[in-house]
Each structure stands twice: as structure tokens, then as C-alpha cells.
């Protein structure tokens, strides 16, 4: 692993380990929206599961913790978490991930690498390159539908099983 794809992933790692509950409780204080008890549970199985997580497998670990949970207890509560930029959808794979860093907006925007080998989740955010790639598909006659990015991309434990 590059010098580089270490402090990369240290810098992930921190940006996990500083979205904390009892900071979100105080991010939703100032966004009038509330961490109900349900959802603070939804939010905490998100982040036990950083590489993503289908909602069905979602609702049988909540139904550990509330006999009497259901599909729509747990798309209610993503929803909210998606809104507030707290967690978000992975299309390609149909999983939900936690974000990794506290979004003042409700708009994901970023690129998350997807490695094809063990299905880790890495998001990065960079303004500047998802700026230019808005560019190029407006001059394409394109538009950006999301702000996120998903992108196939090998990660560097899966790069590192390969080499001799």
C-alpha cells in the first residue's frame, strides 16, 4: 500500500470515528429533524456494517433489538437518514452505507470506489473533479442526475492479494 492510499485510508477512518450520535443529536437539533430512537438504531447498524447493507438484512438485525419492526419501520427511517446526509444508498449494489462525514447539505456528492473482488466501499469527496465531470456531460449535452459518483474501482487490500 502507497504512502498515499494509507493516509487516504487513515483520513477515511478518522472521518468515520468523528460522526459520533451525540453529534448528530446536536447536527438534528440545528436541522429541526429528530434522531427518534428507531432511527439512532438504524444509524448505529449502518455504521457496524461500513461496507454496506441491504435493508432486508437491515430489518432482521433490528428485529434482534424490536420484535415488532417492519419493512416500512426500516425504508421510513434510511429515508430520514438519507435526507439528512447521513447515510446513503449504494445503487449498484442495492446496499446502505453510513456517510463518512457529516454533510451540512441533503445532497450526496462524491464518488464512492466499489471493489468488484470484496465489495468495499470507500467515499471520497473532491468538489473540483465532480465539478469538471458536470462540465463534460453538460458539453456532452448531458446532465448530472446525482451527485455521487459510483465507481468499479479494485481497493488496495485486494490490489496488495495480488501482487507475488
Known amino acids: 500500500m ?16 468523528a460522526i459520533n450520535l451525540d453529534e448528530l443529536d446536536h447536527q438534528g437539533a440545528h436541522r429541526t429533524a429528530r434522531l ?7 444509524l448505529k447498524l449502518l455504521k457496524e456494517h461500513p461496507d454496506g447493507i ?10 434482534q433489538h424490536q420484535k ?14 438519507m435526507t439528512q446526509g447521513l447515510a446513503r444508498r449504494v445503487n449498484s449494489m442495492s446496499l446502505f452505507i453510513p456517510c463518512t462525514r457529516l454533510c451540512p447539505e441533503t445532497k450526496h456528492s462524491g464518488f464512492y470506489l466499489i471493489c468488484p473482488l470484496c465489495h468495499h466501499i470507500t467515499e471520497l469527496h473532491d468538489s ?19 451527485q455521487a459518483v459510483e465507481i468499479e474501482a479494485i481497493c488496495p487490500a485486494c490490489v496488495n492479494d495480488d501482487e507475488p
Do not use: C
Not at 441491504?54 to 428485529?63: M, P, V
Not at 415488532?68 to 437518514?81: H, I, K
Not at 465532480?130 to 453538460?138: E, F, G
Open 2 to 17: 502507497t504512502k498515499q492510499m494509507k493516509d487516504l485510508s487513515s483520513k477515511n477512518q478518522a472521518l468515520e470515528d
Open 128 to 146: 473540483n473533479t465532480l465539478s469538471v465531470l458536470a462540465s463534460m456531460l453538460i458539453a456532452a449535452g448531458h446532465q448530472l442526475k446525482e
Open 68 to 81: 415488532n419492526a417492519t419493512s416500512p419501520t426500516v425504508y421510513r427511517a434510511l429515508d430520514f437518514l
Open 36 to 42: 427518534t430512537p428507531v432511527r439512532r438504531l438504524v
Open 54 to 63: 441491504k435493508a432486508y438484512d437491515l430489518l432482521e438485525l433490528l428485529r
